[in-house]
């Protein structure tokens, strides 16, 4: 399976100000995604990330709010603008590997507290 | 209608004993895949185990079997042998091939506590 590195692990941030996460994987993967986990909720897609193209977001997603870049097969980051109290979560990355059911493969999180 | 249900909001189980976590499902896709992922409490989600719909036999993986009831649309999920590091979330997802999506959809998860 793909060994994904996201970073920053957590981080505490104030209201306003931006945060960009990284997600660096370990071979080329067509398709990366990205997903928002609220406390005590499950995960929540954000968006796909194309190389190459325009994300995709799901409803309720906006790319003012959340732009993504995808500059090669290997990377990808996840920026939360303007960031408010309820923004804060667990922001994880996570690839597919189509073989064997198309299993999805997740970084460790990062562990984001707005005040 | 909630494609994953997960009913047990918590578990708790004795340390060594075995342990069932609920999951029904609902799709009308001939073709599609059930996950089940854990949480422990530095957010990490780890991949545990995969069932495919035309698999005729339970998936295992070590401690970890799924009980896959394909008429009654339920993977639960079965460890054996519990151990303290046990203790998360445990999330089942399911993906569905209609559409050509390749993206699962999660359910709202069972907290586990193993208690030594």
């Known amino acids: 399976s793909a060994v994904i590195s996201q970073k920053p692990s957590r981080d505490i941030c104030q209201r306003g100000t931006s945060l960009t996460i990284q997600c660096q994987v370990d071979?080329?993967?067509?398709?990366m995604f990205w997903y928002r986990q609220q406390p005590g909720q499950s995960l929540t897609l954000i968006a796909t990330?194309?190389?190459?193209?325009?994300?995709?977001?799901e409803s309720g997603f906006v790319i003012d709010k959340f732009p993504i870049s995808r500059p090669n097969l290997t990377f990808s980051t996840l920026t939360v603008s303007n960031m408010s109290p309820e923004d804060s979560s667990i922001y994880l990355c996570?690839?597919?590997?189509?073989?064997?059911?198309?299993?999805?493969?997740f970084g460790a999180g990062t562990r984001l507290s707005v005040l | 209608a909630q494609k994953i249900t997960q009913t047990q909001p918590g578990m708790f189980v004795q340390e060594k004993e075995a342990v069932t976590l609920d999951c029904t499902y609902d799709?009308?896709?001939?073709?599609?895949?059930l996950f089940w992922y854990k949480q422990p409490s530095s957010g990490e989600m780890i991949f545990l185990i995969y069932?495919?719909?035309?698999?005729?036999q339970n998936a295992t993986e070590g401690r970890y079997s799924l009980n896959f009831q394909k008429a009654r649309k339920s993977a639960n999920l079965v460890i054996s042998a519990s151990q303290l590091g046990d203790s998360a979330m445990y999330f089942c997802?399911?993906?569905?091939?209609?559409?050509?999506?390749?993206?699962?959809?999660f359910g709202r998860g069972t907290s586990l506590i193993v208690h030594p």
């Open positions: 990330a194309n190389q190459g193209s325009e994300a995709t977001y």
């Open positions: 069932q495919g719909s035309y698999d005729e």
């Open positions: 071979s080329q993967v067509t398709m």
């Open positions: 799709t009308s896709d001939q073709s599609y895949g």
């Open positions: 996570s690839v597919g590997e189509r073989s064997g059911g198309n299993i999805q493969y």
């Open positions: 997802a399911m993906r569905e091939k209609g559409g050509g999506s390749y993206i699962p959809t």
